[in-house]
């Protein structure tokens, strides 16, 4: 990875977190509107692809980034 941040971790309660969660969770979306704009500008990449369902289920060990950003589900 170049340029880029080491990831951080985002602990969640249970076994799973659906990606627009997450994105408010970790800060990378202020909001759950911003979170939707997010992930339809095709911005969102959960383990290197594009992500564009909002309610994709995440588990411990996925990496979600935006903008050179990155969290990893914990």
């Known amino acids: 990875m ?3 941040h080491a990831p951080r971790d ?22 759950g509107g911003e979170a939707r704009e997010l992930v339809t500008e095709g911005v969102v990449r959960v383990n290197g692809e594009v992500e ?7 588990h411990r060990g996925d990496l979600v980034a935006v903008d050179g950003e ?5």
């Open 10 to 31: 985002v602990a969640i309660d249970g076994d799973m977190i659906r990606l627009g969660q997450l994105l408010k969770l970790s800060g990378l979306a202020e909001s």
């Open 52 to 58: 564009t369902r909002r309610g994709r289920q995440l």
């Open 70 to 74: 990155s969290v990893r589900v914990a």
């Open 2 to 4: 170049s340029g880029g």
